[in-house]
């Protein structure tokens, strides 16, 4: 009978490396394609002023789904597919930041929080000029009024109906850097980092926190996968909760050209009083519950399918 409380961690040279990779770029690919359309209304959300057209999250879908139809839901995502190579570079730097600082502590927690304010601080870098053009492009359609920057339309005629159609990428991104330059693609990157860090620093904790109490009252033959998988969305949930008015300030820096994260904050403590910071909230939540099992259950998953040959029998989960 398995010990209590014992979920063991696989770490980094526990891995074959070549396995982890290749099953990763799908596991990051199929995770974002599911969790798109909620980050796409909390964006709209975030940045609307007040309740000007969505009154909230499930107001906000089912206004996009009859304006835009489904694929409004995924304006932007081809650009945000990119963001798999800033996915691949969390991960790996996740755990080679964990590998090098359990040199110096033996602690979980300790590990976990440096290493993943570390991987955030990496993935940020690379995927914050993505989330600059992607988010734009988000707020095209319904929310093409509060942003800085429109791409052309042009009508198209179907047998029922006729629709809009909006330019993609490559025009915002033109419009991007002839208005700002270069340093417009990292606009709110300060922003992200006080939002994502923390949120990531937070979350890992809390996941192996959760997992470990979990698995103290579950019976000792549960799969330590279910704990796990249980323990993800109730890490996130706490972790949104806490770094959400960072994230309302960071979607307003990005999307409405604002260059001060400080003025930014007080003008929506102004405007909206402490309601404002939980904008988009709900929305974060629930994208973050089914990503957080998704990831938990196909990261957990992973690894496992990743394990040296020499060490699958010695394993028990």
């Known amino acids: 009978m398995q010990q209590k409380g014992a979920i063991q961690i696989i770490e980094w040279e526990d891995l074959d490396k070549r396995k982890f990779y290749s099953l ?13 359309p909620a980050s796409l209304i909390r964006t709209r959300l975030q940045v609307q002023k007040g309740k000007a057209l969505y009154s909230g999250t499930f107001d906000a879908f089912f206004k996009i789904v009859r304006a835009e ?26 755990e080679l930041v964990r590998k090098y600082v359990s040199q110096y502590s033996p602690s979980n927690t300790v ?11 990496v993935a940020q870098t690379i995927t914050v000029p993505i989330d600059v053009v992607s988010q734009h492009l988000m707020m095209q359609g319904q ?7 429109k791409a052309k339309t042009k009508m198209v005629l179907t047998a029922s109906k006729s629709r809009l159609t909006y330019g993609q990428t490559r025009e915002i991104t033109v419009q991007i850097f002839a208005t700002d ?6 606009r709110g990157y300060v922003a992200s980092l006080l939002t994502y860090i923390p949120n990531s620093a937070l979350w ?6 959760y997992a470990e109490q979990l698995s103290l009252l579950a019976p000792s033959q549960c799969p ?20 959400n008015p960072m994230d309302v300030v960071r979607a307003r820096v990005q999307v409405e050209g604002r260059s001060s994260v400080i003025e930014t904050f007080k003008q929506l403590l102004a405007e909206e009083g402490i309601w404002g910071m939980t904008k988009g909230l709900s929305a974060r939540v629930i994208s973050s519950l089914p990503t957080s099992v998704l990831i938990v ?21």
């Open 24 to 36: 990763g770029v799908f596991m990051t690919l199929t995770t974002r394609a599911t969790v798109y």
């Open 69 to 94: 139809g489904v694929w409004g839901l995924y304006r932007g995502f081809m650009i945000n597919t990119f963001t798999l190579v800033s996915g691949q570079a969390y991960i790996t730097t996740y």
């Open 111 to 121: 590990k976990s929080v440096v290493a993943g304010g570390a991987a955030s601080l």
């Open 143 to 149: 929310g093409e009024h509060v942003t800085r920057f």
């Open 181 to 186: 330059g270069f340093r417009g693609f990292y």
């Open 204 to 209: 890992w904790p809390f996941y192996h926190f």
């Open 224 to 243: 330590h996968l279910i704990l796990q998988a249980l323990a993800g969305p109730m890490a996130a949930a706490t972790a949104s909760t806490i770094t």
């Open 297 to 317: 259950v196909g990261y957990e998953t992973l690894k496992r399918l990743s394990l040296r040959a020499d060490l699958i029998e010695s394993r028990h989960w």
